[in-house]
């Protein structure tokens, strides 16, 4: 496996950090339908493809973008549902993310809002075509899921701590920020 170039970046909203490790600041939506399913993105290793993951729909934050806006912006994008920024919840969350992404380690500084659904969406209302290219190469798929069927999931999620966070917000948000810390490749260091 190549190492990508040093000043490479993975999209526009990317910058080299000082230490030359790329980063961005993004946008993540808990976003739940009315039976209280959260809606999560299954991706891949674009080096190791046996390594698979779920994860919060949501993603990198423009120049001159609120987060908010970013929030509701990526959930339009990677699923096609449209939110009012002004309806999402928070944020609830914060963490700072460090991960391999083309064989390179980026850092992602996040912000989760909760957005709630008042009826259930199915499968086929879900709408891809706003993918990027680069999504396309790594996300494979969206789906709902039960909050009580993520404890036996055999592939890492993100965040390390989604099972919490949603037994937490399940009967409203309490106006509380979580901190989330610090995580390297799906561990919590901080």
Do not use: K, N
């Amino acid at each position: 496996m190549t190492e990508a170039p040093r000043d490479w970046l993975p999209g526009e909203e990317w910058r080299l950090g000082p230490d030359g490790i790329p980063f961005r600041r993004a946008a993540r939506v808990l976003l739940l339908d009315a039976e209280d399913r959260v809606l999560l993105v299954r991706g891949h290793d674009a080096h190791q493809v046996e390594r698979t993951w779920w994860f919060t729909v949501g993603g990198g934050i423009d120049p001159g973008e609120s987060p908010r806006a970013a929030a509701a912006r990526e959930v339009a994008e990677e699923t096609g549902l449209r939110i009012d920024p002004e309806l999402l919840q928070g944020p609830v969350a914060t963490r700072r993310a460090v991960f391999d992404f083309y064989a390179r380690s980026v850092r992602q500084d996040e912000v989760f809002f909760l957005a709630r659904l008042d009826r259930v969406v199915g499968d086929a209302e879900l709408d891809r075509t706003g993918w990027t290219d680069v999504e396309r190469s790594f996300m494979d798929e969206v789906a709902w899921w039960r909050p009580e069927d993520l404890a036996s999931v055999e592939v890492e999620l993100f965040p390390v701590e989604l099972v919490e966070l949603l037994a937490w917000l399940r009967p409203g948000w309490d106006g509380s920020v979580r901190e989330l810390g610090t995580q390297v490749e799906g561990t919590a260091v901080g």
